[in-house]
């Protein structure tokens, strides 16, 4: 009895033994991304799927020796995809929040951003005059989040919510909408070859980018250690001036080490 106690024990902790080095091994990380979202995961003209994180999520998955699934999902989507296991991992220029730290993990933020505000030509010059305007943003986002605790500040008539910046910006030039308020990284790249649409107003929020895992994943843990590598390599500040044109401002958070963030 006991030497067949003893077998189904070896067996068991043999078993184990087994996946957990599969879980660490993980040779594919299924990530998922609104993709549209410039220039940080976007579709090029033969549809290939491009941008700062995308070229990110690959070189943080070459070093954990993983292959990329890269999903497309809007934006809204991605907190309950992650939370659900349905992706490893949820990028999409994702701001760090105390309120989404209570049910999910970041990784070290790699990206300082703020708001902003983009009008098409004639448009609004300014925030203040967007008073009994319509403004676009995106569900659930932070400029959805800072849209709507300042409605009453700037006398907005309506916040219309899109799942994307594309079709915000069809609303926008077609004078559906006045205003869109989103990502200053995200609409300076936009509109850089776009004379009819411009960005009016930064609106200071201080917020920083980072990849999302589900709560307390063992593999933010890992691409943790591997932005640690990637930032004190060069590598974060090549792929800023690949993406934006420019070398990243020192002390951002794209060049310096920083803890994994958690609640306070």
């Known amino acids: 009895m006991r030497g067949n106690r003893m077998r189904r024990l070896g067996l068991a902790l043999a078993l184990l033994a ?7 091994a993980q040779d594919k990380l299924t990530v ?3 993709i549209g979202n410039v220039p940080w995961e976007f579709q090029d003209d033969s ?17 954990l020796g993983a292959e990329v699934e890269t999903v497309n999902i809007p934006f809204n989507g991605l907190f309950s995809a992650v939370q659900s296991g349905r992706i490893d991992i949820a990028t999409s ?7 989404r730290l209570k049910s999910v993990s970041f990784a070290q933020p790699y990206h300082d951003s703020d708001q902003s505000l983009t009008v098409a030509e004639g448009g609004p010059a300014s925030l203040d005059e967007m008073k009994g305007k319509v403004v676009g943003v995106d569900t659930g986002s932070t400029g959805d989040m800072w849209a709507s ?30 205003g869109y308020v989103s990502d200053i990284p ?13 960005v009016v107003a930064r609106i200071e929020t201080g917020e920083k980018y980072s990849m999302m895992f589900a709560k307390d ?20 500040a090549e792929l800023h001036e690949k993406w934006f ?20």
């Open 93 to 99: 220029s994702i701001t760090i929040t105390d309120e």
């Open 186 to 198: 995200a609409l300076l790249y936009y509109v850089k070859d776009k004379p009819n649409l411009k």
């Open 32 to 34: 998922g991304a609104n």
């Open 245 to 264: 044109g420019v070398a990243p401002d020192a002390g951002s958070s794209t060049v310096t080490v920083l803890p994994m963030p958690s609640l306070n």
């Open 18 to 24: 087994g996946s957990v080095g599969a879980a660490v």
């Open 149 to 178: 605790a300042q409605q009453g500040t700037y006398g907005f008539a309506e916040i219309r919510r899109y799942e994307g910046l594309a079709p915000a910006m069809l609303d926008l030039t077609a004078g559906r909408i006045d």
């Open 217 to 236: 994943a063992e593999l933010a843990t890992r691409v943790n250690t591997v932005l640690d590598e990637l930032k004190t390599s060069g590598f974060m």
């Open 47 to 63: 549809g290939k799927f491009v941008g700062f994180e995308i070229d990110l999520v690959a070189a943080i998955a070459e070093r």
